[in-house]
């Protein structure tokens, strides 16, 4: 019962280096989303997935990319990581909108 | 734009307490409006969540209660104890059909003291 797993759990990246973060989940959940948490701005979507084959973007998607090749992983890829995306990320999954999140452990982002 | 609202910011209580916590929202179509908790380190995790069908839902220590007409609901925890300390999460589905979306609040973090 491995929920939603994200790897890596730390990162330190230099500036313009690129880097792709991997959520797996093992729920069947057909949504998949991406959000970044900043001190005092709670949690910020920055792209979302419906489906198979399917992407969106959220409320921050400048800077980000996702893919969604298989149900159960959820891609988010830096091209040229910026100090501003220096953040804690988070992957969660569900059924659909109006039903519970389930998180995974997230992933701590440092760029320099 | 459409937000939820989150208050307090910070909250420290007795342990045995109780704890509140508030949140309003703009859209008034909004349906479903779940609580997390987040522990130190930890991603969030959903502790209880209300539809727009019922005023009211428990488990436990914890309820949630809503009210529609005023666009607010609260997050009730009854005999706080340590582990009650962690940060709380309001969120609503804000939007309508393929523009929905869940929304969080800025989180409320509370400190159970002994």
């Known amino acids: 019962n491995a929920g939603v797993t994200q790897t890596p759990k730390f990162r330190v990246l230099k500036t313009g280096q690129s880097m792709t973060l991997l959520c797996a989940q093992d729920m069947n959940h057909e949504y998949m989303y991406w959000y970044r948490q900043d001190p005092g701005m709670g949690l910020r979507l920055i792209h979302y997935?419906?489906?198979?084959?399917?992407?969106a973007k959220g409320e921050v998607p400048d800077g980000y990319n996702v893919s969604r090749l298989k149900k159960q992983n959820f891609l988010l890829g830096l091209e040229s990581a910026a100090p501003s995306q220096t953040s804690v990320y988070f992957c969660?999954?569900?059924?659909?909108?109006?039903?519970?999140?389930?998180f995974g452990s997230g992933t701590r982002l440092t760029v320099v | 734009g459409e937000n939820v609202e989150q208050h307090p910011s910070t909250l420290s209580v007795q342990e045995g307490d109780s704890a509140v916590i508030k949140c309003t929202y703009s859209d008034s179509a909004s349906n479903y409006f779940p609580w997390y908790k987040q522990e130190l380190g930890k991603g969030p995790q959903l502790i209880i969540d209300?539809?727009?069908?019922?005023g009211e839902k428990k488990d436990q220590r914890i309820a949630v209660t809503l009210n529609k007409t005023a666009k607010h609901f609260s997050l009730h925890i009854t005999e706080t104890q340590p582990e009650d300390s962690a940060v709380y999460f309001c969120a609503a589905v804000l939007g309508t059909g393929t523009a929905s979306k869940l929304t969080f609040g800025t989180g409320t973090r509370l400190q159970v003291t002994l």
């Open positions: 209300i539809r727009s069908n019922v």
């Open positions: 969660a999954s569900s059924y659909g909108f109006r039903y519970g999140y389930t």
């Open positions: 997935s419906v489906g198979e084959g399917t992407t």
